[in-house]
């Protein structure tokens, strides 16, 4: 089984940066795609970010799309979520997830899951 643990969650103002981190240990990210998913409260969690496993291709919600950008390292076995122009409609726990299989914007295609972190953009 492959464990991950989110990092860099924080408080932000209106319009600020964050970069979340997520690493892994069990297994390396190479051959995994990834994804970044958001839940606010009585709010559904979404898919805002993915990573195919080659690294090639990417998915973003249309709500964040040219604010953020999901990258990794593989040497590092870590995925990363750059934050810009936070909203208040951002604040949520982001959630990591990994799967050997095929990229994805459900929950249902993840695998693997990190304990998630809070972001608060606060006006």
């Known amino acids: 089984q492959v464990q991950l643990v989110e990092s860099g969650g924080g408080l932000v103002q209106v319009g600020g940066s964050l970069r979340l981190s997520c690493a892994a240990s069990g297994r390396t990210f190479s051959s995994y795609a990834l994804g970044w998913f958001r839940q606010a409260p009585g709010k559904e969690r979404e898919c805002v970010a993915a990573?195919?496993?080659?690294?090639?291709?990417?998915y973003y919600a249309d709500s964040v799309k040219g604010r953020f950008t999901i990258s990794k390292d593989n040497a590092k076995n870590t995925v990363y979520l750059q934050m810009s122009g936070l909203q208040p409609e951002d604040t949520a726990i982001y959630y990591c997830?990994?799967?050997?299989?095929?990229?994805?914007?459900?929950?249902?295609?993840?695998?693997?899951w990190g304990q998630g972190t809070q972001v608060t953009v606060s006006a």
């Open positions: 997830a990994g799967t050997n299989k095929f990229i994805a914007t459900t929950q249902s295609g993840y695998d693997y």
């Open positions: 990573l195919s496993r080659s690294g090639g291709s990417t």
